[in-house]
Protein backbone atom coordinates (compact mmCIF):
# COMPACT_ATOMS: atom_id res chain seq x y z
CA UNK A 1 0.00 0.00 0.00
CA UNK A 2 1.32 3.03 -1.03
CA UNK A 3 -0.03 6.44 0.59
CA UNK A 4 0.46 9.83 -0.62
CA UNK A 5 -1.67 12.80 1.67
CA UNK A 6 -0.32 15.68 0.11
CA UNK A 7 3.04 17.57 -0.25
CA UNK A 8 5.82 16.95 1.93
CA UNK A 9 5.65 20.86 3.40
CA UNK A 10 2.98 23.81 3.24
CA UNK A 11 3.42 26.94 4.21
CA UNK A 12 0.81 29.96 3.17
CA UNK A 13 1.53 33.48 4.69
CA UNK A 14 1.19 37.32 3.66
CA UNK A 15 3.97 37.96 1.44
CA UNK A 16 5.56 34.88 1.60
CA UNK A 17 6.88 34.90 -1.72
CA UNK A 18 9.89 37.44 -0.39
CA UNK A 19 11.46 34.88 1.82
CA UNK A 20 10.88 32.16 -0.84
CA UNK A 21 15.19 31.58 -0.96
CA UNK A 22 14.62 30.69 2.40
CA UNK A 23 12.80 27.62 2.00
CA UNK A 24 14.08 26.49 -1.46
CA UNK A 25 17.72 26.61 -0.88
CA UNK A 26 17.71 23.48 1.14
CA UNK A 27 16.84 21.61 -2.05
CA UNK A 28 19.84 22.56 -3.84
CA UNK A 29 21.58 25.71 -5.83
CA UNK A 30 19.81 26.12 -9.00
CA UNK A 31 16.28 26.41 -10.05
CA UNK A 32 14.20 26.58 -13.49
CA UNK A 33 11.16 28.17 -13.04
CA UNK A 34 7.76 27.69 -15.13
CA UNK A 35 4.06 28.90 -15.24
CA UNK A 36 1.94 30.95 -17.11
CA UNK A 37 2.94 34.18 -18.70
CA UNK A 38 0.91 36.28 -15.52
CA UNK A 39 2.05 33.98 -12.93
CA UNK A 40 5.48 34.26 -14.09
CA UNK A 41 5.13 38.00 -14.32
CA UNK A 42 3.80 38.04 -10.66
CA UNK A 43 6.32 36.19 -8.87
CA UNK A 44 9.41 36.31 -10.82
CA UNK A 45 11.18 39.54 -9.71
CA UNK A 46 10.14 38.81 -6.23
CA UNK A 47 11.57 35.32 -6.62
CA UNK A 48 14.41 35.71 -8.25
CA UNK A 49 15.93 38.42 -5.54
CA UNK A 50 15.09 35.90 -2.78
CA UNK A 51 16.72 32.79 -4.65
CA UNK A 52 19.48 35.20 -4.72
CA UNK A 53 20.10 35.94 -1.58
CA UNK A 54 20.34 32.55 -0.28
CA UNK A 55 22.84 31.67 -3.40
CA UNK A 56 20.59 30.24 -5.73
CA UNK A 57 20.62 30.73 -9.52
CA UNK A 58 17.30 30.55 -11.15
CA UNK A 59 18.88 29.83 -15.00
CA UNK A 60 15.29 29.35 -16.38
CA UNK A 61 11.69 30.69 -17.20
CA UNK A 62 9.64 29.06 -19.05
CA UNK A 63 6.02 29.14 -20.39
CA UNK A 64 4.79 26.14 -19.33
CA UNK A 65 2.25 25.81 -22.64
CA UNK A 66 -0.58 26.55 -22.07
CA UNK A 67 -2.37 23.44 -21.81
CA UNK A 68 -1.82 19.90 -19.50
CA UNK A 69 -1.04 18.33 -22.25
CA UNK A 70 1.49 15.22 -23.33
CA UNK A 71 3.04 17.52 -26.05
CA UNK A 72 3.94 20.19 -23.66
CA UNK A 73 5.10 17.99 -21.16
CA UNK A 74 7.53 15.98 -23.72
CA UNK A 75 9.19 19.41 -24.64
CA UNK A 76 9.82 20.51 -20.88
CA UNK A 77 11.22 17.40 -20.33
CA UNK A 78 13.38 17.76 -23.93
CA UNK A 79 14.64 21.20 -22.77
CA UNK A 80 15.44 20.55 -19.30
CA UNK A 81 16.79 17.26 -19.38
CA UNK A 82 20.05 17.84 -20.24
CA UNK A 83 20.29 20.79 -17.86
CA UNK A 84 22.07 20.83 -14.63
CA UNK A 85 19.11 22.50 -12.59
CA UNK A 86 18.73 20.94 -8.56
CA UNK A 87 15.23 21.89 -8.19
CA UNK A 88 12.12 22.70 -10.44
CA UNK A 89 9.73 25.48 -9.18
CA UNK A 90 6.18 25.99 -10.52
CA UNK A 91 3.51 28.96 -10.59
CA UNK A 92 0.08 29.38 -11.76
CA UNK A 93 -3.22 27.46 -11.26
CA UNK A 94 -3.78 23.94 -11.58
CA UNK A 95 -3.37 23.45 -15.39
CA UNK A 96 0.54 24.71 -15.12
CA UNK A 97 1.26 22.55 -11.42
CA UNK A 98 -0.43 19.18 -13.14
CA UNK A 99 1.83 19.69 -16.29
CA UNK A 100 4.74 20.39 -14.12
CA UNK A 101 4.28 17.38 -11.56
CA UNK A 102 4.75 15.36 -14.68
CA UNK A 103 7.61 17.03 -15.90
CA UNK A 104 9.28 16.40 -12.51
CA UNK A 105 8.64 12.96 -12.59
CA UNK A 106 9.82 12.07 -15.54
CA UNK A 107 13.41 13.97 -14.46
CA UNK A 108 13.18 13.03 -10.86
CA UNK A 109 13.37 16.44 -9.47
CA UNK A 110 12.00 18.13 -6.46
CA UNK A 111 9.08 20.16 -6.84
CA UNK A 112 8.38 23.71 -5.35
CA UNK A 113 4.95 24.94 -5.93
CA UNK A 114 3.62 28.45 -5.97
CA UNK A 115 -0.09 28.84 -6.91
CA UNK A 116 -1.08 32.41 -7.99
CA UNK A 117 -5.05 31.24 -7.39
CA UNK A 118 -6.97 29.16 -4.99
CA UNK A 119 -8.76 27.32 -7.66
CA UNK A 120 -8.29 23.83 -7.59
CA UNK A 121 -6.12 21.61 -5.25
CA UNK A 122 -3.55 20.37 -7.77
CA UNK A 123 -0.96 21.51 -5.58
CA UNK A 124 -1.50 18.62 -2.84
CA UNK A 125 -1.93 15.61 -5.27
CA UNK A 126 0.29 12.94 -6.90
CA UNK A 127 -1.64 12.97 -9.99
CA UNK A 128 -1.65 15.06 -13.13
CA UNK A 129 -5.10 15.66 -15.41
CA UNK A 130 -4.47 16.05 -19.12
CA UNK A 131 -5.64 17.87 -22.06
CA UNK A 132 -5.22 18.05 -25.62
CA UNK A 133 -3.57 20.73 -26.84
CA UNK A 134 -7.34 22.47 -27.44
CA UNK A 135 -8.22 22.21 -23.79
CA UNK A 136 -10.51 18.55 -24.08
CA UNK A 137 -9.88 16.21 -21.17
CA UNK A 138 -8.04 13.28 -21.94
CA UNK A 139 -7.11 11.29 -18.95
CA UNK A 140 -5.74 10.91 -15.51
CA UNK A 141 -1.86 10.56 -14.89
CA UNK A 142 -0.75 8.50 -12.20
CA UNK A 143 3.16 9.35 -13.65
CA UNK A 144 3.65 12.75 -11.29
CA UNK A 145 4.53 13.72 -8.17
CA UNK A 146 3.17 15.67 -5.04
CA UNK A 147 4.85 18.67 -4.10
CA UNK A 148 7.72 18.74 -2.04
CA UNK A 149 6.80 22.12 -0.98
CA UNK A 150 3.95 24.33 -1.29
CA UNK A 151 4.46 27.86 -0.84
CA UNK A 152 1.06 30.12 -1.15
CA UNK A 153 1.45 34.07 -0.57
CA UNK A 154 -2.00 34.80 0.64
CA UNK A 155 -1.45 38.27 -0.95
CA UNK A 156 -1.13 37.21 -4.20
CA UNK A 157 -4.00 34.91 -3.98
CA UNK A 158 -6.16 38.12 -2.30
CA UNK A 159 -5.38 40.15 -5.60
CA UNK A 160 -6.35 37.82 -8.56
CA UNK A 161 -9.46 38.01 -10.01
CA UNK A 162 -12.48 36.18 -7.07
CA UNK A 163 -13.25 34.17 -9.97
CA UNK A 164 -10.75 31.74 -9.54
CA UNK A 165 -11.56 31.51 -5.90
CA UNK A 166 -15.41 30.90 -6.59
CA UNK A 167 -14.39 28.28 -9.37
CA UNK A 168 -12.12 26.34 -6.07
CA UNK A 169 -14.95 26.61 -3.98
CA UNK A 170 -16.65 24.60 -7.05
CA UNK A 171 -14.46 22.33 -7.76
CA UNK A 172 -13.88 21.79 -3.85
CA UNK A 173 -17.22 21.06 -2.93
CA UNK A 174 -17.49 18.19 -5.71
CA UNK A 175 -15.22 16.52 -3.12
CA UNK A 176 -18.10 15.61 -0.47
CA UNK A 177 -20.64 14.78 -3.19
CA UNK A 178 -18.15 12.30 -5.46
CA UNK A 179 -16.42 10.83 -2.27
CA UNK A 180 -20.01 9.98 -0.58
CA UNK A 181 -20.70 8.11 -4.13
CA UNK A 182 -17.09 7.17 -4.73
CA UNK A 183 -16.70 5.26 -1.49
CA UNK A 184 -19.97 2.86 -1.63
CA UNK A 185 -17.90 0.83 -4.16
CA UNK A 186 -15.25 0.11 -1.52
CA UNK A 187 -14.74 -2.04 1.79
CA UNK A 188 -14.43 0.32 4.64
CA UNK A 189 -10.58 1.00 5.90
CA UNK A 190 -9.38 3.58 8.43
CA UNK A 191 -8.10 5.64 5.50
CA UNK A 192 -11.22 5.60 3.19
CA UNK A 193 -13.34 6.58 5.98
CA UNK A 194 -10.90 9.61 7.43
CA UNK A 195 -11.08 10.54 3.76
CA UNK A 196 -14.83 10.79 4.11
CA UNK A 197 -14.67 12.67 7.36
CA UNK A 198 -12.57 15.09 5.59
CA UNK A 199 -15.01 15.41 2.83
CA UNK A 200 -17.80 16.27 5.10
CA UNK A 201 -15.66 19.29 6.88
CA UNK A 202 -14.56 20.76 3.87
CA UNK A 203 -18.35 20.66 3.04
CA UNK A 204 -19.07 22.48 5.83
CA UNK A 205 -16.01 24.81 6.09
CA UNK A 206 -17.09 26.23 2.69
CA UNK A 207 -21.08 26.57 3.32
CA UNK A 208 -20.05 28.72 6.62
CA UNK A 209 -17.63 31.15 5.46
CA UNK A 210 -17.20 30.49 1.23
CA UNK A 211 -18.84 33.74 1.16
CA UNK A 212 -17.35 35.40 3.74
CA UNK A 213 -13.97 34.36 1.89
CA UNK A 214 -15.54 35.46 -1.56
CA UNK A 215 -16.45 39.08 0.16
CA UNK A 216 -13.05 39.57 1.57
CA UNK A 217 -11.42 39.41 -2.04
CA UNK A 218 -14.08 41.47 -3.20
CA UNK A 219 -13.38 43.83 -0.52
CA UNK A 220 -9.03 43.50 -0.89
CA UNK A 221 -8.21 42.54 2.88
CA UNK A 222 -6.92 39.60 3.72
CA UNK A 223 -9.56 37.77 6.60
CA UNK A 224 -9.23 34.73 8.58
CA UNK A 225 -12.23 33.29 6.31
CA UNK A 226 -10.07 34.11 3.46
CA UNK A 227 -7.40 32.26 4.81
CA UNK A 228 -9.40 29.23 6.01
CA UNK A 229 -10.83 28.71 2.44
CA UNK A 230 -7.56 29.20 0.80
CA UNK A 231 -6.38 25.71 2.55
CA UNK A 232 -9.60 24.37 2.39
CA UNK A 233 -9.02 24.58 -1.54
CA UNK A 234 -4.87 24.09 -2.04
CA UNK A 235 -4.60 21.86 0.91
CA UNK A 236 -7.28 20.15 3.04
CA UNK A 237 -9.27 19.12 -0.09
CA UNK A 238 -6.34 17.53 -1.59
CA UNK A 239 -5.98 15.02 1.50
CA UNK A 240 -9.49 13.59 0.77
CA UNK A 241 -7.82 11.89 -2.18
CA UNK A 242 -4.82 11.26 -0.61
CA UNK A 243 -6.11 9.37 2.34
CA UNK A 244 -9.06 7.64 0.34
CA UNK A 245 -7.28 7.58 -2.70
CA UNK A 246 -9.04 5.20 -5.45
CA UNK A 247 -11.57 4.43 -3.31
CA UNK A 248 -12.21 8.55 -2.47
CA UNK A 249 -11.53 9.71 -5.96
CA UNK A 250 -13.63 12.17 -8.97
CA UNK A 251 -16.87 10.55 -9.55
CA UNK A 252 -20.10 12.38 -11.83
CA UNK A 253 -19.66 15.48 -11.71
CA UNK A 254 -16.01 15.62 -12.70
CA UNK A 255 -16.39 13.17 -15.70
CA UNK A 256 -19.64 15.94 -16.69
CA UNK A 257 -17.05 18.61 -16.82
CA UNK A 258 -14.70 16.47 -18.82
CA UNK A 259 -17.78 15.74 -20.98
CA UNK A 260 -18.78 19.31 -21.57
CA UNK A 261 -15.47 20.36 -22.49
CA UNK A 262 -16.11 19.04 -26.30
CA UNK A 263 -18.13 22.22 -26.45
CA UNK A 264 -15.28 24.94 -27.06
CA UNK A 265 -17.85 27.72 -26.11
CA UNK A 266 -17.15 26.04 -22.61
CA UNK A 267 -13.70 26.82 -22.44
CA UNK A 268 -13.84 30.50 -21.08
CA UNK A 269 -15.69 28.57 -18.28
CA UNK A 270 -13.23 27.64 -15.28
CA UNK A 271 -12.55 24.20 -14.42
CA UNK A 272 -14.28 24.75 -10.81
CA UNK A 273 -18.03 26.51 -12.24
CA UNK A 274 -18.10 23.73 -14.70
CA UNK A 275 -17.64 21.02 -11.96
CA UNK A 276 -20.34 22.83 -9.77
CA UNK A 277 -22.70 22.66 -12.08
CA UNK A 278 -21.66 18.66 -13.10
CA UNK A 279 -22.52 18.09 -9.13
CA UNK A 280 -26.17 19.09 -9.78
CA UNK A 281 -26.14 16.86 -13.01
CA UNK A 282 -24.69 13.67 -10.80
CA UNK A 283 -26.92 14.71 -7.73
CA UNK A 284 -29.86 14.09 -10.60
CA UNK A 285 -28.59 10.78 -11.68
CA UNK A 286 -28.91 9.87 -7.66
CA UNK A 287 -32.47 10.52 -7.55
CA UNK A 288 -31.80 14.04 -5.45
CA UNK A 289 -34.99 15.69 -4.55
CA UNK A 290 -35.24 19.14 -6.14
CA UNK A 291 -35.73 21.05 -2.87
CA UNK A 292 -32.29 19.84 -2.02
CA UNK A 293 -30.90 20.75 -5.30
CA UNK A 294 -32.33 24.24 -4.74
CA UNK A 295 -31.02 24.65 -1.37
CA UNK A 296 -27.52 24.13 -2.72
CA UNK A 297 -28.07 26.18 -6.05
CA UNK A 298 -29.04 29.13 -3.53
CA UNK A 299 -25.59 28.53 -2.34
CA UNK A 300 -24.47 28.99 -5.69
CA UNK A 301 -26.24 31.88 -6.04
CA UNK A 302 -24.49 33.52 -3.18
CA UNK A 303 -21.02 32.94 -4.03
CA UNK A 304 -21.31 33.22 -7.80
CA UNK A 305 -21.41 29.77 -9.30
CA UNK A 306 -22.86 28.60 -12.37
CA UNK A 307 -25.99 26.34 -12.39
CA UNK A 308 -27.25 26.30 -16.13
CA UNK A 309 -25.85 25.91 -19.16
CA UNK A 310 -26.28 28.70 -20.73
CA UNK A 311 -24.50 30.67 -17.95
CA UNK A 312 -21.16 28.47 -19.20
CA UNK A 313 -22.03 29.98 -22.83
CA UNK A 314 -23.74 26.23 -23.67
CA UNK A 315 -27.13 26.92 -25.63
CA UNK A 316 -28.82 24.78 -28.28
CA UNK A 317 -27.29 21.79 -28.28
CA UNK A 318 -28.46 19.82 -31.11
CA UNK A 319 -29.99 16.42 -31.19
CA UNK A 320 -26.19 15.60 -32.17
CA UNK A 321 -24.62 16.63 -30.00
CA UNK A 322 -26.84 16.03 -27.08
CA UNK A 323 -25.45 12.57 -28.07
CA UNK A 324 -21.76 12.85 -28.18
CA UNK A 325 -21.92 14.26 -24.71
CA UNK A 326 -23.81 11.50 -23.37
CA UNK A 327 -21.64 8.75 -24.89
CA UNK A 328 -18.35 10.76 -24.01
CA UNK A 329 -18.77 11.71 -20.63
CA UNK A 330 -19.68 7.88 -19.75
CA UNK A 331 -16.08 6.79 -21.35
CA UNK A 332 -14.10 9.11 -18.75
CA UNK A 333 -12.45 7.48 -15.94
CA UNK A 334 -14.31 9.42 -13.17
CA UNK A 335 -17.79 8.09 -13.80
CA UNK A 336 -16.83 4.24 -13.47
CA UNK A 337 -16.48 5.60 -9.79
CA UNK A 338 -20.59 5.84 -9.41
CA UNK A 339 -22.11 3.38 -7.14
CA UNK A 340 -24.02 2.25 -10.56
CA UNK A 341 -23.73 1.84 -13.81
CA UNK A 342 -24.16 5.25 -15.81
CA UNK A 343 -25.14 5.40 -19.56
CA UNK A 344 -25.30 7.72 -22.24
CA UNK A 345 -28.69 8.64 -22.02
CA UNK A 346 -28.34 9.16 -17.95
CA UNK A 347 -25.92 11.43 -18.67
CA UNK A 348 -28.37 13.79 -21.23
CA UNK A 349 -31.31 13.01 -18.95
CA UNK A 350 -29.18 14.38 -15.92
CA UNK A 351 -27.57 17.43 -17.60
CA UNK A 352 -31.20 18.43 -18.48
CA UNK A 353 -32.77 18.27 -15.30
CA UNK A 354 -30.03 20.11 -13.60
CA UNK A 355 -30.24 22.59 -16.45
CA UNK A 356 -33.94 22.76 -16.35
CA UNK A 357 -34.14 22.95 -12.21
CA UNK A 358 -31.29 25.92 -12.71
CA UNK A 359 -33.32 27.88 -14.79
CA UNK A 360 -36.30 28.23 -12.60
CA UNK A 361 -34.25 30.02 -10.43
CA UNK A 362 -31.76 32.02 -12.77
CA UNK A 363 -33.48 35.64 -12.20
CA UNK A 364 -31.08 38.04 -10.87
CA UNK A 365 -28.04 35.63 -11.24
CA UNK A 366 -25.13 36.52 -14.14
CA UNK A 367 -24.44 34.88 -17.32
CA UNK A 368 -20.96 34.32 -17.45
Not at 226 to 239: A, H, K, M, Q
Not at 298 to 312: A, D
Not at 326 to 351: H, K, L, Q, R
Amino acid sequence: MKVTVGPAQYFRDKGLLEDAGTYIKNFGKTAALIGGHTSREIVEVSLRKSLSEHGISLKHSLWYGGESSESNIDRLVAELKAENIDVLIVTGGGKAIDTVKAVAYRLNKPLVAIPTIAATCAAATPISILYSNEGEFIGIERKAKAPDLVMVDTEIIMKAPVRFLIAGIGDTLAKYFETKSSVKKATPTALNQTAIAIAGQVYQTLLEIGKEAVTSINAQRVTKELEDVIDTVILVSGSVSGYGGDDCRTAGAHAIYSGLTIFPEVHETYHGEIVAFGILAQLCMEKTSDDELKTLISYYQEVGLPFTLKQMGIMNLTDSQWKKLGEITVTIEDMANMPFEVTPDMVIEAVRQADQIGNTMLSGSPVR
